[in-house]
C-alpha cells in the first residue's frame, strides 16, 4: 500500500493537490478502459447526458454496476492515502466516470465541491479527498482539468449559480475570485499517461474547458469523506450522493509492484 511521506502530506496542505502520473498498473488500467464502451451505451439514470449532444458527460456510481470499478474504489494505492490525508477511515461519498467526448465534450467552469455537498447534503466540515483515475492519456488539448493552488485555504468562497458552463446547475467562483486567486496563486493543470491519479482538496477551485481535440478525455472522480463528518440531508438520488457509509476497506489484492508496497 502507497504511504505518503511528511513532506507530500505538507504539500497537500499547501497546494491541496498531489498528482502522481502513471500510478496504476497499465493491466488494470486497460481492463476498466474497455469496460467504457458498455458502461457508456447504457440506458439508465445514473447516466447523464451533455447539454448539446446524446454523449455521456457523467456516468454515476459505477461501481454498483461494473466489479472493476467497484474494485477501483478498495484500491491501496488510493485509500490508503486519502485516509492519511483525512486522519482517519473513510466511506465513498460520491464516484463517476467522466468521459469527455473528442470534439464535443463540454466545459465545467469554476467550481469548489465541497459547496454544493455542504448545501445539499449538510456535511458539516471540508473533510473530503476527491481522487482523480486517467482512463485516458490527458494532455493539453484534450479538455485537461485546472486547478488554482493553495485555493482551498480561502475556505468556502462566495456562490455563483452557474446555469450554462454544465449540464446541471453547478454552484461556481465568480470571475472576480478567480482572478483574485491566480493573483496570489498560480494555475496547474496536470498531465500525463493513463493510470495516473490526482488526490485533491474539496475546497480547491478548479474547472476544464471544452475538448476539441480529437481525442477523449476519461477519467474517474471518486469522492472520500470520513466517517465522522456524515450527512444529515439526503435530497439527491442515492447514486450521486451515498448513503452507505461503511468504512472503505483497501483490497490488498490490489496492490502494486513486485513486492506488493509502493511509496510514492
Same mark, same amino acid.
Given at each position: 500500500m502507497m504511504h505518503l511521506d511528511q513532506t507530500q502530506i505538507r504539500r497537500f496542505e499547501e497546494d491541496g493537490i498531489l498528482f502522481f502520473p502513471g500510478l496504476l498498473d497499465p493491466g488494470e488500467v486497460a481492463e476498466l478502459r474497455a469496460e467504457l464502451p458498455e458502461i457508456l451505451a447504457m440506458d439508465r439514470p445514473e447516466i447523464l447526458r451533455e447539454k448539446h449532444s446524446s454523449n455521456v458527460r457523467c456516468a454515476f456510481a459505477p461501481h454498483t454496476y461494473s466489479e472493476g470499478y467497484r474494485r477501483l474504489m478498495q484500491h491501496p494505492d488510493i485509500v490508503g492515502p486519502v485516509a492519511q490525508l483525512l486522519g482517519g477511515s473513510v466511506y465513498l461519498h460520491q464516484f463517476s466516470i467522466n468521459p469527455k467526448a473528442a470534439f464535443v465534450g463540454e466545459a465545467w467552469g469554476w467550481h469548489q465541491d465541497y459547496p454544493t455537498w455542504r448545501v445539499e447534503n449538510r456535511i458539516a466540515r471540508p473533510d473530503l479527498v476527491v481522487v482523480g483515475v486517467y482512463l485516458d492519456e490527458v494532455t493539453e488539448f484534450n479538455g485537461p482539468l485546472f486547478f488554482i493552488l493553495g485555493s482551498h485555504r480561502r475556505g468556502v468562497l462566495d456562490i455563483e449559480t452557474d446555469a450554462t458552463s454544465t449540464s446541471y446547475t453547478l454552484l461556481g467562483v465568480s470571475d472576480e475570485d478567480v482572478a483574485e486567486l491566480c493573483r496570489n496563486g498560480r494555475l496547474y493543470s496536470p498531465l500525463g499517461p493513463a493510470g495516473?491519479? *490526482?488526490?485533491? =482538496?474539496?475546497?480547491?477551485? =478548479?474547472? &476544464?474547458? +471544452?475538448?476539441?481535440? $480529437? &481525442? @477523449?478525455? +476519461? #477519467?474517474?472522480?471518486?469522492?472520500?469523506? @470520513?466517517?465522522?463528518? #456524515? $450527512? &444529515? +440531508? =439526503?435530497? @439527491?438520488? /442515492? *447514486? /450521486? +450522493? =451515498? &448513503? /452507505?457509509?461503511?468504512?472503505v476497506e483497501a483490497r490488498i489484492e490490489h496492490s502494486l509492484g513486485e513486492s506488493g508496497a509502493r511509496s510514492a
Open positions: 495516473s491519479v *490526482w488526490m485533491f =482538496h474539496c475546497n480547491i477551485v =478548479h474547472g &476544464s474547458n +471544452a475538448n476539441m481535440s $480529437p &481525442s @477523449r478525455r +476519461a #477519467l474517474c472522480t471518486i469522492s472520500y469523506n @470520513r466517517t465522522d463528518n #456524515l $450527512p &444529515s +440531508a =439526503h435530497p @439527491r438520488p /442515492e *447514486w /450521486e +450522493a =451515498h &448513503s /452507505e457509509f461503511t468504512p
